[in-house]
């Protein structure tokens, strides 16, 4: 078999309109793999797209994890099997609302990176990852029988920069590691975006946008000429949300049919999203213009299918406009899944933070602050603590380029919390005992995905800490990814008000999906036998953690909570519906 560009795409010498929704492996429990992707099918889809996150496949530089939840080569083979090609985007960029846009942090232990250009070091550290990324799925390109007909070079460049020597070494990179597909870049089809972000003789130029589709459509004709198909990469039907948003985002569904029917009048389509997934862990991205933005934990975006994986009434408009131009498979869906009240749970175990501090990470002793990514350390929190000596007024408290929320004890008592541009304004402290212990607990609240701070997103303290004008030595440094918390000492003591984890026991008779609520608490994380489901805070607008059952086992789970701010009370409640605000 082989797919072409031609002034149509085709597909074995026949014309082919793709008709694609984009469901991401990395958002979804891989139990539930096959379940998004026969919906995605049975709605009338072709083709499935993923992006491929490179901080996920090599977390730590050089090592390197393609199992489990990150086998990309088994969900394209579940994809063919349910009868869908594969558009891949393996782009070291993804954006995708996700940690740092999917760059691994470590790229900024070096201090003259430049990301997303002809940087030799940045071009290096890409090439080792294709060599690694890219045979696990070379074989299942069209040609050889597999279900994969387009990958991606970069992605939205055009939104970030016009250095087109870096787009052909990237599009290089891949052919030199077996690309034969043919090859696309999406770019937005406004400003200079298409022109700064395409390489029309080597890639298909596509677009990404939610409305106004004619519009855009004369615009990619205009740019790429009549004979080559036009398409939009991303049919933004939806949006995300943020933390501290009034509401959940929704759109109207038809406004968003009727987009859907002027692209497949003219060409071709992928809609972003299909199925949006979750930001477990500490996954989520951020955006930054005049204020930090960090992404909530649910990626419902609206999409077709909800975070939980329901059908929508969305998906069913899309469905009919869809059954006009291919006729609907018919097959019955091979995941059987609940949902599951299990009600209240009562706290079992509590200790702070600080008592059991030692247990969970072994201080590294500098004498200035070091940097998430001087520890090697990716996400999670840094808790810097250092001695300030006698009582006396403290006029002059300030952190220097400190990211992103940093709650500020001492003597373990809770002096103040700064969050974003509150950083860096000086405050008076007050220093009353006779000896004096500072502590930082400083959290990462998502590296910024998209636009021109992407260089600079070093978390926790990188310059250092003003106390009465000078810069304050002598640190003692945790690193806390909070990927060990089997670790945590829940006998060793709380104290009211400080940092802590709570243990709680979920007795489950039957498994399925749930919800878990946190009312009355203030901000952190939950895990459930382990597994990390992510961040919760009290400013909304997301109020349950959505919880896959294939992360709960019949019998006794442990629930752990870890909450930064001293807000808690001693329940948490899971439902069988979600609320994301």
């Not at 609520?517 to 382990?530: A, D, I, Q, Y």
């Amino acid at each position: 078999m082989d797919f072409t560009i031609q002034e149509e795409f085709y597909l074995d010498d026949q014309p082919f309109k793709i008709i694609s929704g984009s469901i991401h492996y990395f958002r979804v429990v891989p139990e539930y793999w096959r379940d998004r992707l026969e919906k995605l099918r049975l709605m009338g889809c072709n083709t499935v797209e993923t992006y491929v996150p490179w901080n996920l496949h090599e977390p730590q530089e050089g090592q390197f994890h393609f199992e489990k939840g990150l086998d990309l080569r088994h969900f394209i083979e579940i994809a063919q099997e349910v009868g869908l090609y594969v558009i891949l985007r393996p782009a070291p960029y993804i954006c995708a609302e996700w940690e740092f846009g999917g760059l691994p942090y470590w790229l900024l232990q070096d201090p003259k990176m430049k990301l997303r250009f002809s940087y030799p070091n940045f071009m290096a550290k890409i090439q080792r990852y294709f060599a690694q990324l890219l045979p696990q799925v070379t074989d299942l390109q069209i040609q050889s029988g597999g279900p994969i007909i387009l990958m991606q070079v970069e992605n939205e460049y055009g939104g970030y920069g016009n250095d087109k020597a870096y787009l052909r070494q990237m599009a290089q990179l891949m052919r030199d590691n077996g690309v034969t597909v043919p090859l696309v870049t999406s770019d937005g089809p406004w400003h200079d975006m298409l022109d700064n972000g395409s390489i029309p003789d080597i890639a298909l130029p596509t677009i990404n946008c939610g409305s106004d589709i004619k519009k855009w459509f004369q615009r990619l004709r205009a740019f790429h000429g009549t004979k080559k198909p036009l398409m939009v990469m991303e049919f933004w039907i939806g949006w995300f949300d943020a933390w501290g948003d009034e509401a959940h985002h929704t759109t109207s569904v038809a406004s968003a049919t009727k987009e859907l029917r002027d692209i497949l009048a003219e060409g071709s389509v992928n809609i972003y999203m299909f199925h949006g997934g979750t930001n477990f862990g500490f996954t989520s991205g951020a955006n930054y213009y005049e204020k930090l933005a960090p992404d909530v934990t649910s990626y419902d975006y609206d999409a077709l299918l909800t975070e939980w994986g329901d059908i929508t009434e969305k998906y069913t408009a899309f469905q009919e406009v869809i059954s006009e131009y291919t006729e609907l498979p018919q097959f019955p869906l091979s995941t059987e899944i609940k949902k599951k009240a299990y009600g209240t749970l009562q706290a079992k175990e509590r200790v702070s933070l600080f008592a059991t501090l030692e247990r969970l990470a072994k201080p590294t002793r500098s004498p200035y602050p070091l940097t998430m990514e001087e520890l090697n350390q990716a996400t999670g929190y840094v808790y810097y603590r250092s001695q300030l000596g006698k009582a006396r007024p403290v006029e002059d408290f300030r952190l220097i380029s400190c990211m992103d929320r940093v709650n500020v004890f001492v003597n373990e008592t809770l002096a103040m919390t700064q969050y974003d541009q509150e950083i860096g304004v000086k405050q008076p402290l007050s220093l009353t005992a006779e000896e004096n212990e500072l502590g930082l607990l400083v959290e990462n609240m998502g590296r910024v995905n998209y636009s021109v701070k992407m260089n600079h997103q070093q978390k926790g303290i990188q310059d250092g800490v003003i106390v009465n004008e000078a810069f304050q030595a002598d640190w003692e440094i945790f690193s806390l990814p909070m990927d060990n918390l089997e670790q945590v000492d829940f006998s060793a003591g709380y104290e009211e008000g400080q940092p802590s984890f709570t243990r709680f026991e979920l007795l489950v008779e039957e498994v399925g999906d749930t919800f878990v609520e946190l009312s009355g608490w203030g901000k952190g994380f939950v895990t459930v036998n382990g597994f990390n489901l992510g961040r919760f805070w009290e400013v909304g607008p997301q109020k349950r953690l959505y919880v896959p059952g294939p992360v709960l086992k019949e019998g006794v789970n442990e629930v752990i909570v870890f909450e930064s701010d001293g807000k808690l009370t001693d329940e948490i409640c899971f439902y069988a519906e979600a609320d994301l605000g």
